[in-house]
């Protein structure tokens, strides 16, 4: 089991190094091209513009298709891959095109401007979905509709783990310590309010590890004073927090990949406009090069 | 899907937010500044309109997509020719014509065979092929693309964008650029000046003949490159050549043969051969051994008549003229009359009458400068005296003559129909009453018929000529008061004699220039020996008081004398503006070989023994189809330009080592460089020195030296690109 999952592992991160592989040398090639096109008796801008017309062309080509459910899912998560590795290609396309220089008016900065913002949204939305995946662990049939049903659940679960008492306890046995009145206690203070409802959601934007880690010291010191029935209450506990919290990262992060395709799709359409309007103007300006 | 669609909602929003943004940009902005997409470089930065330049984009906000229409697309290219004034080939590559770069081409295609191409050359004449960019003209934006900021170089071109279009492509000048070919001496320099010979030999010679004499010892004594410092030139004849050279340019060191150009002359002509055949020449000095000289040739030559003349005299012997037909005895009384003409018209009209319209210089109008080069400003009294020395009856000659001829054809019918009306007491040779006198001359005489006053043709036969003035008959003379007696003769002639007097210089003998009036025979022999078919007028010494000087002696340092038969003009020194503005007057109507008289004075004044000895130093080419030009122009940037290479010599003086000029320029004996100039082709050429070496700039143009992009020591617009000066209107109140 674990074999395959080094395997599949190691297979990723060879994916993963093949892209940027063919990223690198489709970027290098296309600086090159665009280079000896510039020296040979023509504007390069020409040519660098409308390859990322076309490119825009295409990735708008995706959006268009995603939304008349014209694809069949694997298509689309096909699709959906070529959708962000163009996207890192008209990058390189959009920084030649530039001429690795800032705007400098105020057209071409509000071109610029929707470009760079397209471009990272389009980057934020690709990195909440390997983050999800691959860095915290999130299950992928975790659905954002879910969370709340199954943090519902997590509450009960803590909460009766921490109300059920000790099935048999000794009628003649000299005072104890009150184990389970220390653990109520950790749980009427600390827990129950963490259960309640989502939790650290700005800890969770910047990945921050810091007040889960607060919760389970807390568990942790007071594991050390209980006797071993309390500590296996204490560990199932802390399980169960462990789990509330990856909940509520998942809930975060979930949100965010919804949300940041509010800032894209609204962008993108902006720039088509500014775009049309862009190659009008380089048309009608262009001294002589058409 | 609720999110979905407010996304959507959301997206088409902001696209129309977007519009409706631009809309009002476009609407409340003052210009179309806005979608500049960069600034101007720095000499442009004054512009305020987008219309100066994108011709199409008017002055409205929304009048910028008329630029989208199609059109000329050089329009906003020929808009950079307002400032930047570029000749008619602006939008060829290198603004040069097609046929030099064809050659060119065609040229460099032979060294592109053993050339090899680098990889990323193949790959973009593969990719993107450059042939025939050019065709469709090439717009000043496909090298100088602006908005790229205020610091932007406009100018700068890469090498590979010059290897884009070349057919031999190599990396680098210190990798594959060819081998130099002949550099610089493709073609030969326009002073005459043998390095050799005056090194080798004229400099030592005259340091031991004259050590007074300044003689070179560096290159720099007579080459600098301060004033221009684009061309090495040379410093200026009176600092270099004149020390030995000017007494060449006088005549002082002639050995043989007249200092002067003769310019007007009375040709020798063979008198009796014309007596025999009874041509009515009229007066003619004996005595007179002189050749037509070739401006007299021109003079005579400016209308249709005159060329003919002249074409029939030139193959002629003047001096022998036994020999000549009927028609060509015509041509000799003809050419005399036409000479006679030249000189009456001298001075009866002004000398631009005669001078400033020769048919010469292409049809057209000489300026009143040029026309003052031409004459040297020859002073009528020079005219005047000539001719009372050799034709002392001009004036009488000439009135008979045009009354005989009239209408007359061709020649110097102003100045002859103004001579009555501009003769003067100063013109004392030909004055008005000299005509009523051959009038009342030929009337007397064909009353009396007293003898044979004119000339009669052997055998007694009086049939005139053709061109012989008609003499009255006495028939014809119906009225008295037309037909005067003997002694009002006397008295008409009384006055021509005193003036003819007044005319001469002081102290000369009042006899001897006008014998032929002065001193008549009996009856009307005196006036009738003018129009005699020969004459025995000769020449008497113009001053009375004895001088050991010589005419030509005289005008030591320049200027006109007569002497013999002939009027000569002596150089004045260097830059002789005489012998400049004929030499660049006839030398476009004078190819090798040429006949006509153009070309005559322009042989006479170029050749080896020519007076002035201009073309011994100033080299004359040949120019297809339109004659020959003396190269006197300086060098100067001008003379470069239409050159693909250049060099400054100023930033090389430091980093030639002790050989000094010699590091690049070898001086190389045996060359036939002085036999090179015999030709007319500037481009056959040898010259005294060896070609610079390509390893010679090699050895600071390399990777990691000094530059060596193309652009070092190529340019592009061959011809140079010049700003006009601005109009600026003269301010008024």
Redesign the interface.
Known sequence: MRLAVRRASDGLVAMRALQVFLLATISGALFW?V???G?????PRYLDGWLLAVGMGLQIYFHIAI?RNSLSPKSAKRWRRVHIFLGYVLIAVFVSHS?FSL??????WALWTGFVLVTLSGILGTYLSWSLRTRHGVDERLSYDRIPTRRAELAQEVHALVVDGDPAPTLFALPELPHDAWIVDLYTTQLRDFFKGPRGTAAHLIASKRPLKRLTDEIDNLSRYVDEQGQEKLAAIRKLVAEKDRLDFARVHLGLS?AW??VH??????L???TA?HI??V???????? | MVANALRDRLAVFLALATIVGLGAAFILAKDTKFLMPGPLASAHGAIKNCSSCHTKSGSGNLTWMHGLAPGDRLADSKACLTCHQMPNTAFNAHGVSGDILKQSTERLAKIAATTPAPLSARVQGAAFPTHGAGERGLSCATCHQEHKGTNFSLSEISNERCRSCHVVKFDSFDGDHPKFERYPFKKRTQIVYDHEGHVGKHFPEMSKKDATKRIPDTCSTCHNSRADKRVMTVAPFEQTCSGCHLDQITGKDRASGPKGVAFLALPGLDLQTLKKKNAAIGEWPEASEADLTPFMKVMISRTERGRALIKTVDSLNLMELAKASDSQIRAVTNLVWEIKGVFYALITGKASDVLGDLGIGGGAKLSASLIADLTAHLPRDVVVSAQQQWLPNLGTEMANHKEAKAPKQGGWITTTKESTATVDSDTATIPEPAARLAQAERQARSKSAAGPAVAKPEGGNETPSASEPPRAKAGDQTDDLLHPTEEELRAMAAPVRDALKAGQPKGAPANAPSKAVSDPPAGASAVSDAVQATSTTKVAPVIGIESKVDAESWAEYGGWYRQDYAIFYRPAGHKDKFIYSWLFLTGPQAPKGAKSPAAAVFNALSGKEAQGSCTKCHSVDDIRSKGRLVNFSRPSVENKKARFTRFIHEPHFGVVGDQGCLTCHSLEKGRSYLKSYEQGNPHSFASNFGAVKKETCQTCHASGAARQDCVTCHKYHVNGITTPTTNTKLPTE
Do not use: N
């Not at chain 1, 020296?39 to 504007?43: F, G, N, P, V």
């Not at chain 1, 048309?283 to 058409?290: D, L, T």
């Open positions: 091209l280079w000896i096109y020296h040979a008796l023509r504007d939304k001429d705007p400098d008016t105020a057209f071409e919804k395709l509010f799709v609204p962008l993108t359409y902006a088509v406009v500014m309007l009008l103007v048309y009608a300006f262009s001294s002589g090069f058409w």
